[in-house]
């Protein structure tokens, strides 16, 4: 074994042993933000919050932000002189109300539908709620991508004061309530 490989597991050793001699640390968790838009990543991450919510007896605040700018053409942007169209906001409440059978009913849930761009109205929701986690999900599109496109995920990433947690990937087994 080489000399530097022996003092670098001396190192490890070393903090291991440092950090369980540290008192432990109470982690609360009271306010899980969940911001969707409907894809299955954010399916996986409703899961993720269901079950940090039933450990941690947490409340969960389903949120969905309509974002106009992506829902409505440039054309009727302009011909709706800034009106927004309010069908767009019923889906959406429509959506998280279908989205809240999946909750089991001993996690305390909330939904709230907002307008405008999604990574600002996550961040400034967290805020409003005092919430301790998000809990979202990202399609995972990989560093090059993202940087092209944007990502919502991203943003919250970099810009949250709490922590967030990313759920990748699809649900093996997710239904919704029968007739959706």
Known sequence: MEKTEMTSQRDAAAWIEEIRKRPRQAIT???????????????????????????????????????YNQEVTAFEQVSLSGYVPAELKIAAYQFLADLMHAIPSE????????????????LQVSEEEESD????????????????QGSVSRFVTQHAACPVLLCRGLPAEWELPAGK
């Open 29 to 67: 968790c009271d306010r899980i933000l969940l911001p969707t838009d409907g894809s299955g990543q954010a399916f996986q991450a409703v899961r993720e919050a269901v079950r940090l919510a039933a450990v941690t007896q947490a409340e969960i605040t389903l949120l969905m932000v309509v974002d």
């Open 107 to 122: 996690i305390h849930a909330h939904t709230r539908v907002e307008v405008g761009s999604p990574g600002e109205v996550i």
């Open 133 to 148: 986690m998000i809990v979202m999900g990202t399609h995972g599109f990989g560093t090059f991508r993202s940087i092209l």
